[in-house]
Nanobody
Framework: QVHLAESGGGVVQAGESLRLTCAAT?????????VAWFRQAPGKDREFVAG?????????YYSPSAKGRFTIARDDAKNTSYLQMTNLNPDDTAVYYC????WGSGTRTREEEYGDWGQGTQVTVSS
């Protein structure tokens, strides 16, 4: 099991950038976890945004709406994952969640593929 804590959310204007951070605490090496970011907008289901496989593979993958604007990264020495978001627009307004899956490989875009979740951080983009 891994404890995840997101930070970095806030209110920005359209076109601006924001970097979210996911800090992990676990007895297992953070490098052995696949990490993903999901988001949930008001009145909508939670949706996949970006993911990275465990460090032995490190494949990254993105939703169509995130590709080209968002970048997921991991720093295993700091037990941390980042989601760099650029050119934000009001449709990106949501609570953003970090999730982890032990020895996660392949392209994992479904919620049920992740067993550990953070509490979320709010991102609001004004027009």
């Amino acid at each position: 099991q891994v404890h995840l804590a997101e930070s970095g959310g806030g209110v920005v204007q359209a076109g601006e950038s924001l970097r979210l951070t996911c800090a992990a605490t676990s007895r297992r090496p953070f490098s052995s976890y696949a990490v993903a970011w999901f988001r949930q907008a008001p009145g909508k289901d939670r949706e996949f945004v970006a993911g990275v496989a465990w460090s032995g593979i490190s494949t990254t993958y993105y939703s169509p709406s995130a590709k080209g604007r968002f970048t997921i990264a991991r720093d295993d020495a700091k037990n941390t994952s980042y989601l760099q978001m650029t050119n934000l627009n009001p449709d990106d307004t949501a609570v953003y969640y970090c999730a982890a899956a032990h020895w996660g490989s392949g392209t994992r875009t479904r919620e049920e593929e992740y067993g550990d979740w953070g509490q979320g951080t709010q991102v609001t983009v004004s027009s």
